[in-house]
Structure formats: structure tokens, C-alpha cells
């Protein structure tokens, strides 16, 4: 208990939010490599994702893909790419092992949402003339952004926490606090570091999951609150017919 008092004041001491250095110039640094990271790796997978789940073609192509880039160790991938770009590039390199390790997310997200659609639906648009491009925009795009919301959720919190990695190359973000606080052995220093990135992320994924929930179209929400309500008025039944 010591050691998390010791954290929370260190965290909310307000010399520690001012300067060059300050906490709200790491938070905005590291918001920042996030953004970008996920904007640029959106740009490539969900494109991407969306032809695949449109065409139904090359699936397994981008499943192995994203097996591939789930694999990477973040950390090497980073130094690696440091030393292959130089040291006047590590902003570059940084932002590329972040985009690589969001892409997996984006890609599923993407996908899914079309494949998780009704095939009867689409088969309805074709019949009622809309061509291949009104069935993409006006169709699939609309009822799969639930689960591609929900790609970007998981994105967000994978290069979130993974950003602070980013401090190892002397670029910043609230990894710094975490890895000094380890060299100086002031332990209620990278405890309050840690701390600031889980809420960070909490706060991320709670509107983002504002976001997932708003983005399923209200005919869709409805029929899935009145299935569950028939579920449940059949499980009342079934438990009142056992006793």
C-alpha cells in the first residue's frame, strides 16, 4: 500500500505535469504515436479487409499475414527497424512497428464485419439492381461497422500499451517515467507511469465501445434486443415446465 500511495502522489504532484519533460507533454506524445499509428494502418488493412470480405477471395492470404504480424516481438521489431532506417529515422521506425502491430486488428475487424453479414441481404441488393459499389457502400459498410469498431477498439489498446516501448529509443511517450523510474530504482515512479497508460486505455476503450455500440444500425440493434428477450421468455418457460 505504501508503494501505490507513493505512486498516486508522485502522479498527481503537479511538478510532475510541467516542463519539456512534464507527464501532459509524455501523454500527448504518446497519444499522438498512437493516432497516427492506427490512422496509417487503417489506411492499409480496411481497404483491404473490405475487398476480402466483399469478394471472399484471399482470406487465408491475410489470415496467415496478420499470424505472421501478431507474432513479431514489438520491441525487436522496433530496434531492428531503427537500426536499418538510423537514428536520424527513429520516429519513422517507431511508427512503422506500431502500424505493423495494429494491422492484424483492423484487418479482422474489417473482414468479419462483412462475412458476418447475412448472405441473404446482399443477395436481396443484387436482386433489387444495386450494383457491386452501392452494395459495398450502402450495404455491407453500414451493417459491418460494429465489428469494425471493434477492430479498431483492439487496435487502440495493443498500440497503446505498446507505445511506451517507444522510450527505449529516446522518442518519448509515458514509457519514459517507466523506464527511468527502473534506472533510478524509484519504483513509485514506474508504478505511476504504469498507472497513467491503464487509464489512458480505459478511457480509449470506453469510448471506443461508445463508438461499437453506436455504430449497429438501430434495425439490427432492436431485432437483437427482441431476440434475446425471446430467449429469455424461453428460458423462464423451460425452468417453470422442469419444476
Avoid: C
Avoid at 36 to 43: E, F, K, L, N
Avoid at 69 to 96: D, M, Y
Avoid at 126 to 152: D, H, K, Y
Amino acid at each position: 500500500m505504501n508503494l501505490l500511495s507513493d505512486a498516486l502522489k508522485w502522479l498527481v504532484a503537479p511538478e510532475q505535469w510541467e516542463g519539456k519533460d512534464g507527464l501532459a507533454v509524455l501523454l500527448g506524445q504518446h497519444l499522438l504515436f498512437t493516432f497516427i499509428s492506427v490512422v496509417i494502418a487503417g489506411a492499409i488493412a480496411i481497404p483491404v479487409g473490405w475487398a476480402i470480405g466483399h469478394t471472399g477471395k484471399g482470406r487465408e492470404i491475410a489470415v496467415g499475414a496478420a499470424g505472421i504480424a501478431r507474432a513479431v516481438p514489438s520491441f525487436g521489431l522496433l530496434i531492428l527497424l531503427v537500426l536499418l532506417l538510423g537514428v536520424t529515422h527513429k520516429p519513422e521506425a517507431a511508427v512503422l512497428a506500431f502500424v505493423v502491430l495494429a494491422i492484424p486488428s483492423l484487418l479482422a475487424g474489417a473482414y468479419t464485419g462483412f462475412e458476418a453479414i447475412d448472405r441473404k441481404t446482399i443477395d436481396a441488393a443484387r436482386a433489387m439492381g444495386m450494383t457491386e459499389w452501392q452494395i459495398l457502400f450502402q450495404v455491407e459498410i453500414p451493417l459491418g461497422l460494429s465489428l469494425l469498431v471493434g477492430g479498431i477498439r483492439a487496435a487502440v489498446l495493443q498500440v497503446v500499451a505498446t507505445v511506451t516501448i517507444a522510450a527505449y529509443v529516446n522518442l518519448g511517450g509515458l514509457g519514459l517515467p517507466i523506464i527511468t523510474g527502473l534506472n533510478l530504482r524509484r519504483f513509485d515512479m514506474v508504478l505511476g507511469g504504469a498507472l497513467l497508460v491503464a487509464v489512458v486505455a480505459l478511457l480509449l476503450d470506453m469510448l471506443l465501445a461508445i463508438g461499437q455500440k453506436a455504430a449497429v444500425p438501430r434495425a439490427l440493434g432492436s431485432k437483437q434486443r427482441k431476440v434475446r428477450t425471446q430467449d429469455s421468455k424461453t428460458s423462464l418457460v423451460q425452468e417453470k415446465e422442469l419444476t
